[in-house]
């Protein structure tokens, strides 16, 4: 196999009509026999590389991180996922509910409600330890690890409503209960930590909606919002999405000409691909495809990244052999989308915190093994 198409399927997953090729076959990514591929950092630091795509939105953030391997990148998206602690509602006492919603469906709405606040609060609050079969009495709800709120709505007849309205927000008060009406109850350091109005633990979004009432129906509860992880319950996860793609790979090994040309484009999402001329300099060099086909219309490759790569070209008998598609091995984009706690890019920072933490401890525990007795 020549040296060229050697690194060419190290490089590059291939992508046929129905199958891959060229994945990972050692038991050690991108290790190969006879070749010393040895841990090197500096060799590391000069193929590493992150790329920012886009940052405009706090809670939405696409970025690249090229020279990777895909054990490491996907340790980040399950950290992103489960290990990153967030402040959700836990406990829900139901002192009055006599809308139509039973009390434990309300408390379960009332958990996934993403919530914000300052975030140095957020970070500074402890763990609340649940009380086990083991420790029945676990920790007592306290300033520096339970934020508390409360809900207190009743529905009552709005007497300024015009005669035959039937819109229920307007024939009544309260009709709806949104998140807007929870209401955050500091106490002890919280004031300082989440202080109004500002910092105050509040809902991301307050038009959601958890329950309606008619009149005469009363909603009164007191909740306790703790520090978990996505680990123990989705409500704790800090992200909506946290997902990676393999940067696509498009390359035109035979020349697509004319109408051929226009077609290929249309198989692949707006942009990916477009149409230009045959030059008089391609058309003039030898083997290139273009001999005689000066100022006719070919495709060319414009940008790969926005490729979802449907593999839809394949399906064409007029393009068979002249293209392959493929994918970057170690060149992984990212796509971080927050719940509103903490934003985007700060969530991937927090990720690599947690990763080192993990290689911390796992270097310390290897150390007590091999340590003699």
């Given at each position: 196999m020549a040296a060229e198409e050697r690194a060419y399927r190290r490089k590059i997953v291939g992508l046929n009509a129905e199958t891959v090729t060229n994945i990972t076959s050692t038991d050690f990514p991108g290790h190969f026999l006879g070749e010393d591929h040895a841990w090197d950092l500096d060799r590391f630091r000069d193929n590493f590389q992150?790329?920012?795509?886009?940052?405009?939105?706090?809670?939405?953030?696409?970025?690249?991180?090229?020279?990777?391997?895909?054990?490491?990148?996907?340790?980040?998206?399950r950290i992103l996922i489960a290990e990153i602690p967030t402040l959700a509602i836990e406990f829900v006492y139901v002192w009055n509910n006599t809308s139509i919603i039973h009390d434990e469906v309300l408390a379960h709405r009332l958990g996934l409600v993403p919530l914000k606040g300052n975030k140095k609060g957020i970070t500074w609050l402890r763990w609340f330890k649940k009380s086990t079969d083991e420790d029945t009495e676990g920790s007592?709800?306290?300033?520096?690890?339970?934020?508390?709120?409360?809900?207190?709505?009743?529905?009552?007849v709005n007497p300024d409503a015009k005669r035959g309205e039937t819109d229920p927000t307007k024939l009544y008060h309260h009709a709806h209960v949104y998140a807007s009406d929870l209401e955050y109850h500091p106490s002890g350091r919280q004031l300082e930590l989440f202080p109004l109005p500002e910092g105050a633990i509040a809902p991301v979004n307050p038009n959601i909606l958890l329950a309606k009432l008619r009149?005469?129906?009363?909603?009164?509860?007191?909740?306790?919002?703790?520090?978990g992880i996505g680990m123990d319950h989705a409500k704790f996860s800090p992200v909506a999405t946290a997902s990676y793609r393999l940067l696509p790979t498009i390359d035109i090994i035979r020349p697509i000409l004319g109408k051929d040309a226009e077609?290929?484009?249309?198989?692949?999402?707006?942009?990916?691909?477009?149409?230009?001329?045959?030059?008089?300099?391609?058309?003039?060099?030898?083997?290139?495809?273009?001999?005689?086909?000066?100022g006719e219309k070919k495709a060319v490759v414009r940008d790969t990244f926005k490729d979802t790569?449907?593999?839809?070209?394949?399906?064409?008998?007029?393009?068979?052999?002249?293209?392959?598609?493929?994918?970057?091995?170690?060149?992984?984009?990212?796509?971080i989308e927050s719940t509103g706690q903490f934003d985007s890019h700060e969530l991937f920072v927090e990720s690599i915190k947690v990763l080192k933490v993990k290689c911390q401890r796992l270097k310390r525990d290897l150390e007590l093994i091999t340590q003699p007795v």
């Open positions: 992150v790329v920012i795509h886009d940052l405009s939105d706090p809670l939405d953030s696409c970025f690249s991180l090229i020279g990777l391997d895909a054990s490491v990148a996907n340790a980040f998206r007592a709800p306290s300033d520096y690890n339970t934020v508390v709120m409360k809900l207190n709505v009743e529905c009552t009149p005469g129906q009363k909603v009164v509860l007191e909740m306790h919002c703790i520090k077609k290929f484009a249309r198989c692949f999402p707006r942009g990916v691909i477009g149409v230009g001329s045959v030059s008089a300099e391609e058309a003039g060099r030898h083997g290139s495809g273009y001999e005689g086909h000066e790569v449907s593999r839809e070209c394949l399906r064409h008998a007029e393009f068979q052999g002249k293209v392959k598609l493929g994918r970057v091995r170690d060149h992984f984009i990212f796509s």
